[in-house]
């Protein structure tokens, strides 16, 4: 059974920075982009940012475009999101995904992506 497990959340203040990690098993990692959501309390789940399969390729939302980065490692089978300038807006806990769909698919959930339990990110004023 594929997993995915997220680490590296905590409670930062703002301004500060984390890192999340996300470990990927039993998948053919190189095989799909990754990807990274956010689910905020009473709020739908929102993309964040994707990588393609090679690390060629980034996505990124508007809202965190110039202050998160997303880089994977296929020979460790791992995704990270180096969040920096963090506001209280980014208040939430963080998921990564494994996408095999098309590009135009990365920024929305699929059926058939794999996800992880999450990671809150907690940002104080």
């Known amino acids: 059974q594929v997993r995915l497990i997220e680490s590296g959340g905590g409670l930062v203040q703002a301004g500060g920075s984390l890192r999340l990690s996300c470990v990927a098993s039993?998948?053919?990692?190189?095989?799909?982009?990754m990807a990274w959501f956010r689910q905020a309390p009473g709020k739908e789940r929102e993309f964040v940012a994707a990588?393609?399969?090679?690390?060629?390729?980034?996505y990124y939302a508007d809202s965190v475009k110039g202050r998160f980065t997303i880089s994977r490692d296929n020979a460790k089978n791992t995704a990270a999101l180096q969040m920096s300038s963090l506001k209280p807006e980014d208040t939430a806990v963080y998921y990564c995904?494994?996408?095999?769909?098309?590009?135009?698919?990365?920024?929305?959930?699929?059926?058939?992506?794999?996800w992880g339990q999450g990671t809150q990110v907690t940002v104080s004023s």
């Open positions: 039993r998948l053919t990692f190189g095989n799909y982009a």
């Open positions: 995904a494994a996408k095999g769909g098309p590009s135009s698919s990365w920024s929305s959930p699929r059926s058939d992506d794999y």
């Open positions: 990588i393609s399969w090679s690390g060629a390729n980034t």
